[in-house]
């Protein structure tokens, strides 16, 4: 099945930082999502990007299919910022997503 | 606008006690519906979907089964509980594309 890497695994940052998530896959997919799970829990999508690349505020995301990865940024990071991302792919055809092991991100005030 | 509703937020279990998790959309028709497992400081792992009402499929054999006896309600269900039940469960729907919206969780500890 299709594997899905993620790094770095722990990051910590200043307030105000930038960084960049990376997320590798094993096959071709033409789903994927990037998911921020915060402390208590709940998991929030930010990003559906099968290609190309997206903003929304403070974060963006690019995913180049043909050479199987996905980056999201974050700018400017804030102490909400924290908690574990996620990136999710899915098999052409399907919507059975596999998920990373995730970046755990804790943002410093 | 669209809700996803999870309960109980939190539950303890004796090991061999059945189980029933309850997973409710509103605000729209005919959704995919998943189920999620997360060990502790782990990704997620898809246990189930349902593309619609009795069509159920399951991606890891194991003690649980899911039932879809509305549209837009998904039930999580154990006969008896083993200790590696444990874990946070997550339902998700997507509708009508491939972007999945996550509910709050359930916490499951069996003891």
């Known amino acids: 099945g299709i594997q899905v890497e993620q790094s770095p695994p722990d990051l910590i940052l200043q307030e105000g930082a930038n960084s960049t998530l990376r997320c590798n896959f094993s096959?071709?997919?033409?789903?994927l999502q990037w998911f921020h799970q915060n402390p208590w829990g709940q998991l929030i999508n930010l990003f559906y990007i099968p290609s190309g690349t997206k903003q929304n505020g403070r974060l963006s995301a690019t995913t180049v299919a043909t050479e199987r990865y996905s980056l999201l940024y974050i700018s400017s990071s804030q102490t909400t910022d924290s908690g574990v991302y996620f990136c999710?792919?899915?098999?052409?055809?399907?919507?059975?997503?596999?998920f990373g092991t995730g970046t755990r991100l804790k943002v410093l005030a | 606008s669209q809700t996803i509703h999870q309960w109980p937020a939190t539950l303890v279990q004796p090991v061999g006690s059945p189980l029933s998790l309850e997973c409710t959309v509103e605000g729209t028709s005919n959704p995919n519906l998943y189920w999620y497992r997360q060990a502790a400081g782990r990704g997620l792992q898809l246990l189930f979907y349902?593309?619609?009402?009795?069509?159920i499929s399951s991606e890891v054999p194991q003690n649980l089964s899911a039932s879809r006896p509305q549209d837009r309600q998904f039930i999580l269900s154990s006969k008896k509980l083993l200790l590696s039940d444990s874990g946070f469960y997550l339902c998700a729907w997507s509708s009508p594309g491939p972007r999945q919206y996550f509910g709050p969780g359930t916490r499951l500890t069996v003891t």
């Open positions: 349902s593309v619609g009402i009795g069509q």
């Open positions: 096959d071709s997919v033409n789903n």
């Open positions: 999710a792919v899915a098999i052409s055809g399907t919507y059975k997503y596999i």
